[in-house]
């Protein structure tokens, strides 16, 4: 179209009912904190489970396989995913913190309220030596309408089978000079859900 073409940018915007996004999500605490929420870091849409038991994310064992189980949901009533690229890895806390790539998968991922929504993306892991770690979750997509809540961090605890479990924190300073550090836990749960009453039958 020569209007188009006048303005000289090469691409035009489309606005129209007929197109739909999709918007895969996660408990994101990076985008919730961005919208002033507080935030857990137990992670409400990760998991995992060993032999198929869910287990406590604080008190997994080194050196043992568990199962990482991602809940990846869609905020679209129209746009399903079909191939959705699922990457898992892990931060290691120290003098810098460092993200290993545990691995890959791909889902489809559904509609809002389809029969393929939501989606859980599965990935094993090998837990390293002990110490505190965080699972992160990412995936992303090309027209994806909000591409700001596609990662989820969760934070893990591998201990030693002793009783009672320890495990060591490391924390790192990047200021180039003596600093003194106060550490805080943070014991902010997700509230209860308020319940929906009975259901309507159809």
Not at 39 to 54: C, E, R, Y
Request: negative net charge; aromatic residues 10%; charged residues 15%.
């Amino acid at each position: 179209h020569s209007d188009m073409n006048a303005t000289n940018t090469g691409c035009a915007s489309v606005d129209h009912p007929s197109f739909h996004r999709p918007d895969p999500v996660i408990y994101s605490q990076k985008y919730l904190m961005s919208l002033g929420f507080a935030v857990t870091w137990d992670n409400p849409d990760i998991a995992l489970f060993k032999n198929g038991v869910q287990v406590s994310e604080g008190d997994l064992l080194p050196n043992t396989e568990y199962e990482i189980r991602a809940t990846i949901w869609n905020n679209s009533y129209d746009a399903p995913i079909v191939g959705l690229h699922v990457d898992f890895s892990f931060l290691t806390f120290g003098v810098t913190t460092v993200s290993t790539l545990i691995g890959s998968t791909i889902v489809d991922l559904g509609v809002k309220g389809g029969i393929q929504h939501p989606a859980t993306a599965t990935m094993l892991w090998t837990t390293p030596p002990a110490g505190h770690y965080c699972i992160v979750v990412e995936f992303q997509w090309v027209d994806d309408a909000n591409p700001n809540n596609n990662i989820g961090q969760n934070n893990v605890n591998v201990v030693a089978a002793s009783s009672p479990a320890t495990f060591t924190f490391q924390i790192r300073n990047q200021e180039g000079k003596e600093r003194s550090y106060r550490m805080e836990a943070d014991t902010y749960t997700l509230p209860e859900q308020a319940d929906c009453g009975e259901r309507a039958r159809p």
